[in-house]
């Protein structure tokens, strides 16, 4: 298992079963900042993640969103008001890497890069709605032992945002990175996603897990076992109100009184 620091978590690893000669090991990886202990489920792929993972992602947000905005309201209403006149002088700092654009079929990318040329490519994929920058400890520390990039995804910091929701389909955003691998110089990648960018690395993974050797993931379980955990979930709560809806039915029904005779 690869050394973290700053994430509270634990692994488990499985293989692809229909593609055994790629030998693609997965990580699990569910993080909850401040929580000791965090268990994860072994799930395995298939080739039925398009629909659903969109469905899955569209939830996720409005959950978090909603929940920002219940809990922590005046931080929620400051961040629509902050506007920044100036760049942050942080996000230039040369001890993370060296910054750059790749020119793909449709998009131009933004990306930081560190670690020496040569070694194992490790491309990360941030989350909603941050950039590369909320990768700046792992560029620190797993350049030691690969080319580390992380890219700020279509739509995000410096990288192109072309109009149109048809432009952020999940597929279409996974194309991106299979086009950015070989742009990169390499054939094949450690994938690294958290939230939005653990959704694609999905879909990129289920699609071209040849051009995957290892692939860590946060915070998202697959697609379809996720789809279907949900809804077992809301089935239940549902029957749990049925239930209780009879029981109540049956405490106000009237009540024969036995006089005695």
Request: net charge positive; glycine share 6%; hydrophobic share 35%.
């Amino acid at each position: 298992m690869i050394k973290r620091q700053r994430w509270t978590s634990s692994c488990s690893s499985v293989y692809i079963p229909n593609d055994t000669s790629s030998k693609m090991k997965i990580s699990l990886i569910l993080v909850q900042p401040g929580t000791p202990n965090i268990f994860c489920r072994v799930v395995y792929l298939d080739n039925t993640t398009s629909g659903r993972s969109e469905i899955f992602y569209a939830c996720q947000v409005f959950v978090g969103m909603t929940k920002r905005i219940i809990f922590r309201p005046i931080e929620f209403i400051n961040s629509l008001k902050k506007k920044r006149t100036e760049i942050p002088k942080c996000l230039y700092d040369p001890s993370l890497g060296t910054h750059g654009f790749i020119l793909l079929e449709e998009v131009k990318l933004h990306y930081v890069a560190n670690g020496k040329e040569g070694k194992p490519l490790m491309l990360l994929l941030h989350g909603y709605p941050e950039f590369w920058y909320s990768w700046k400890y792992q560029l620190k520390e797993f350049s030691k032992d690969y080319r580390v990039v992380a890219i700020d995804m279509r739509g995000f910091g410096e990288s192109d945002k072309p109009s149109g929701v048809s432009n952020y389909k999940i597929e279409t955003v996974a194309n991106d990175v299979k086009q950015l691998i070989p742009a990169l110089g390499y054939s094949q990648c450690t994938l690294v996603g958290h939230d939005m960018g653990a959704l694609v690395a999905w879909m990129f993974v289920t699609e071209h897990p040849q051009m995957v050797k290892e692939m860590i993931i946060m915070n998202v379980p697959y697609p379809t076992a996720a789809a279907k955990y949900m809804r077992t979930i809301v089935l239940n709560f549902m029957d749990l109100l049925r239930k209780k809806k009879g029981n109540a039915k049956e405490d106000k029904s009237p009540q024969k009184i036995s006089t005695g005779n």
